[in-house]
């Protein structure tokens, strides 16, 4: 298997120090919420593996290895962000408002594993690293914490998209813990992105050859404009995607598990529509569409939906679920633009411009991810949302997408080979 050279040559004790950094965004989280300690601590983690990335971003990257147009834009997106972060230090104005936009400040550099993913060595040795250690941290966070649900499943569901190439023995593994999740979990948002990498990768995996051209490309169209056409339906009053209660009928309530106890979860229930409502009508208000409020401020809402925060004192609510309407309070247009840019880019590379089957499928996913940040797919420090950037740096790798075939089985089996 022919690597990048730069690949090749970058040290061994490199690769694992940087994996071993990213592994701890979810690992790390765990130990810290075991052992209830303090909120400093996250912010000590976080630093750090900041800190180890950047310090270490010269040795994995190799420009060469990196599609031009990718680069600029991750690069142009990160320095939008910040020069919004610096705007946001001039409103800054006591503890919570300062904790709020430095936050954002490290969740911001966080879009760094976009680049540092293009290094195909790194990527395989964060999966070797969640597919050595996951067994027995299940069983540790069963012990102690009584629950699996606070691991991230997500570098396992993403691996579904390799399915084809992942050796027989390990392959019911794989699917065990798939399963197992996705009976375990009430989240909509894991649920429903465990069933769109499971049924690209499957489909991408075994029918290949009879799925048209046209069809993968018309696929990755959806994905990519669908969000803004229901959104004009919604904002006109045609047709709001979100209030499923009017077209699918039918009792879809269970009972989740709650701090307050055991509640009814409606499956059906619209919860998205008040959150554009209040976004739009703040953006308004201050006429900061195009380039934001800056993370220094939250969504007041509609009538001043959110009030005053008891805790912080704050006017508003500091960020929402949906990924694409806290782009929006924050960045305003310009940040909407850069980001759909970036997913734009990647998946175009991914299904347009590679020579294996699989890096289409990565492809697909991506597109998927921006629609799915019109639901959630909210910009987080944490590892399912990292896994996002990670596909997004494979899809900008040169070197990822030249490889045919063979060559991708013999880079995904490297996963799964003991060191």
């Not at 004790?13 to 979810?26: C, G, P, Q």
């Not at 705007?87 to 540092?116: C, H, P, S």
Request: proline share 3%; hydrophobic share 50%.
């Amino acid at each position: 298997m022919r690597i990048n050279q730069k690949e090749s040559v970058t040290p061994t004790i490199t690769i694992r120090y940087v994996s071993w950094s990213l592994f701890a965004v979810m690992f790390g989280v765990l130990i810290i919420q075991i052992l209830q300690l303090p909120e400093v601590s996250l912010w000590a983690l976080r630093i750090i593996i900041v800190y180890i990335v950047f310090k270490n971003l010269n040795r994995l990257i190799d420009l060469r290895n990196i599609d031009r147009w990718g680069f600029n834009l991750t690069v142009i997106f990160i320095g939008w962000l910040l020069i919004q972060f610096f705007r946001a230090t001039f409103y800054a104005e006591g503890y919570w408002m300062w904790k709020n936009i430095l936050d954002q400040l490290l969740i911001i550099l966080f879009f760094i594993v976009i680049i540092v993913s293009t290094n195909l060595k790194l990527v395989q040795e964060y999966y070797r690293l969640y597919w050595k250690f996951f067994l027995p941290l299940i069983l540790m966070s069963f012990i102690i914490d009584k629950t699996p649900l606070n691991l991230s499943y997500v570098p396992f569901s993403v691996l579904m998209l390799f399915f084809a190439l992942i050796p027989k023995n390990k392959k019911w593994y794989l699917l065990g813990l798939i399963l197992f999740y996705f009976a375990a979990n009430t989240q909509r948002n894991d649920i429903i992105k465990i069933i769109a990498a499971s049924s690209i990768g499957l489909s991408i995996s075994y029918l290949f050859p009879i799925i048209p051209k046209k069809g993968i490309y018309f696929a990755q169209m959806t994905f990519l404009i669908l969000p803004f056409i229901l959104l004009v339906l919604g904002i006109t009053g045609i047709f709001n995607v979100f209030k499923m209660d009017e077209y699918i009928k039918g009792d879809y309530t269970q009972e989740v598990k709650t701090t307050n106890g055991i509640e009814e979860d409606d499956l059906t229930a619209d919860t998205r529509t008040f959150i554009f409502e209040n976004v739009f009508y703040t953006m308004e208000k201050y006429d900061a569409w195009i380039i934001g409020r800056s993370p220094s401020f939250g969504d007041e809402g509609v009538d001043d939906f959110w009030g005053i925060n008891e805790i912080s004192g704050l006017k508003g609510r500091f960020g929402n679920e949906v990924g694409v309407m806290d782009i929006l309070l924050w960045y305003g247009l310009i940040g909407v633009f850069i980001y759909f840019l970036i997913y734009v880019r990647a998946s175009y590379l991914a299904i347009y411009k590679s020579r294996n089957r699989y890096a289409k499928s990565i492809g697909l996913y991506v597109a998927f991810l921006w629609m799915w940040a019109f639901i959630w797919e909210k910009p987080l420090f944490e590892t399912y949302f990292m896994m996002d950037l990670i596909l997004l740096g494979l899809c900008f790798s040169t070197t990822f997408r030249q490889f045919n075939d063979d060559q991708m089985e013999l880079w995904i089996r490297g996963i799964f080979q003991k060191q």
